[in-house]
């Protein structure tokens, strides 16, 4: 089993910035993915950013640009670098490992993050 939990969210106004962290503990199988999800109330969760152990990095089209995915293998730790946030932006942030070789996915409890107009 594997544990993940999220920290870093917050309030902030348009144009600013935040770092989401999501520290990963447990059975931990290297061979895997991680990555950012986001939902708001009546609407479906979206991807929002992917990394490989490799650093292979996946974006969705509406953050390029604006947000940077990283990891750091040796803390089992995944970060997201927000800049630029719109109140678009505004919604709860899901951490994601998905385990390749089985496949399986966990999930973190998400932090809110508020962009203000």
């Known amino acids: 089993q594997v544990q993940l939990v999220e920290s870093g969210g917050g309030l902030v106004q348009a144009g600013g910035s935040l770092r989401l962290s999501c520290a990963a503990s447990g059975s931990i199988v290297n061979i895997n993915v991680m990555g950012w999800y986001r939902q708001t109330p009546g609407k479906q969760r979206e991807l929002v950013a992917t990394?490989?152990?490799?650093?292979?990095?996946n974006y969705a089209e509406s953050v390029k640009g604006r947000f940077t995915i990283s990891r750091d293998n040796a803390k089992n730790t995944v970060y997201l670098q927000m800049n630029s946030l719109k109140p678009e932006d505004t919604a709860v942030y899901f951490c994601n490992l998905r385990i390749l070789l089985r496949p399986r996915d966990y999930w973190g409890q998400g932090t809110q993050v508020a962009v203000s107009s």
């Open positions: 990394i490989t152990g490799g650093g292979i990095t």
